[in-house]
């Protein structure tokens, strides 16, 4: 699942959720929401091994990704309500936002963001 996260309008940072059958969750910054975007955040951080359930959005695919196997479901509001396929990333993606406004009062700067992809990616 993708969301969108901290400035205002197209200041906002593309952030990836993905999270493990019964484990962590891991928050990953992305270029774009299309499938070439999406395969470079795959190749580099989730295993060849893994299933991989979305919403149906239509980047993430055979291009983006590879030979996982994939568990794509479209679910409209009421069928939401009985069983949300991804309901641990929207939880996460909420708090996250709210920890953000409740904790650093809007004070992440794409600065401090930056500076911590430099780092990951040497």
Do not use: C
């Not at 774009?32 to 893994?50: C, D, S, W, Y």
């Amino acid at each position: 699942m993708e969301t969108f996260i901290g400035g205002v309008g197209s200041e906002k940072a593309l952030v990836v959720i993905a999270a493990e059958e019964g484990g962590r969750v891991r928050l990953i910054h992305a270029p774009g929401n299309h499938a070439k975007a999406l395969k470079v955040v795959f190749e580099r951080e989730i295993g060849e091994e893994t299933t991989v359930k979305t919403d149906g959005h239509a980047g993430y695919n055979a291009t983006s990704l590879g030979d996982r196997e994939h568990d794509a479901k479209i679910q409209n509001k009421a069928k939401r309500q009985q069983d949300d396929h991804l309901q641990l990333l929207h939880w996460t993606a909420s708090n996250v936002k709210r920890w953000l406004i409740g904790t650093h009062h809007g004070g992440v700067k794409d600065r401090i963001i930056k500076n911590y992809e430099e780092k990951t990616n040497s």
